[in-house]
């Protein structure tokens, strides 16, 4: 036995529940028991030992080195940190994540999205419970605005590739919005952007002033006119625009898509419900930054 002190033996009556009990650890449950013993069911028999040492690195019966994070330990991080997530993106027009303690693309999105608010390094990757951004992360209360050029604009929009994220703002006084997006795909890249007005084109009168995709909502973008729903531009055809699929990575032809919802909450914010081409009345500016990088 390589750390008795980390070995339970089981005795009659125990459940891998009645023996987490005994430890004042949170990290310890039946669950992580269960994982760090690779015990396909919760079963367990009396005379049997257990490592109750989880996460560790080592099975403390035998001393063999464990590469991988306990499953359930892992799971439990992850959790806190989806919970706290949405308490700071709460009221900022973004849907609440699943709390299921599964760091997949669209809690890593968020987890870049608070970085980036936060200022901290901006990337997708998982948030390795406590390290120093962690740390940060929770004791944020609620989320500041980005500190970049955009918010020497009184209305603003700053969309990061790095995310696949949009900040709406005033100034440096307040956040409005978050919003997923997905910006232009390799060939087709949404260009660096600071402070850049945006204007609506001609108004198309027989459609409330908007330039929709003849067909909208139609499959897939394309080069000239794809699945774009009220479109705002800031940079020739390029521009902020609803559509019907905003995945968490570059898809678009160049344009940043919003959903169809989160699209006309900013124009709602705007105020944009007459047509109007000038850029002094709309009074909106847009950053882009930031580089995607493909996991």
């Keep these: 036995m390589y750390d008795p002190t980390c070995v339970v033996r089981v005795a009659e009556g125990d459940s891998l529940d009645l023996i987490a009990n005994r430890f004042d650890d949170e ?3 039946g669950a992580s028991i269960q994982v760090e013993n690779a015990l396909p069911e919760p079963i367990i028999t ?3 030992v257990l490592d109750v040492c989880v996460d560790n690195g080592v099975n403390d019966l035998t001393g063999a080195p464990i590469l991988e994070r306990n499953a359930a330990v892992r799971s439990m991080e992850v959790v806190r940190q989806q919970e706290h997530l949405n308490t700071l993106f709460a009221g ?4 609440e994540l699943l709390v299921d303690g599964i760091s997949g693309p669209v809690t890593r999105q968020r987890l870049c999205a608070a970085r980036l608010a936060l200022g901290l390094p901006v990337s997708t990757e998982d948030m390795e419970a406590g390290s120093p951004e962690e740390q940060a992360l929770f004791a944020a209360t609620t989320l500041p605005v980005p500190f970049t050029s955009a918010i020497l604009s009184p ?3 700053l969309i990061d590739r790095t995310c696949q994220i949009m900040f709406v703002g005033e100034g440096a006084e307040r956040l409005v919005f978050v919003f997923p997006t997905s910006t232009g ?4 890249e949404t260009r660096d952007q600071d402070l850049k007005p945006v204007v609506r084109f ?4 027989d459609n409330g002033g908007w330039h929709n995709s003849t067909t909208f909502p139609v499959a897939e973008d394309n080069p000239l006119n794809g699945n774009m729903y009220k479109p705002l531009y800031f940079d020739g055809g390029q521009a902020i625009h609803g559509a019907n699929n905003v995945p ?7 344009c940043a898509r919003l959903r169809v919802e989160h699209q006309d909450a900013l124009l709602f914010w705007l105020g944009l419900g007459e047509p109007t081409t000038s850029a002094r009345t709309i009074n909106l500016t847009v950053n882009v930054q930031g580089t995607w990088v493909p996991r």
């Design 27 to 29: 990290t310890v449950s």
């Design 46 to 48: 009396p005379g049997q």
């Design 92 to 95: 900022l027009g973004i849907r």
């Design 155 to 157: 209305r603003w929009v």
């Design 185 to 188: 795909e390799a060939g087709y």
């Design 202 to 205: 001609n108004p198309a009168l």
């Design 248 to 254: 968490t990575s570059p898809q678009s032809k160049g």
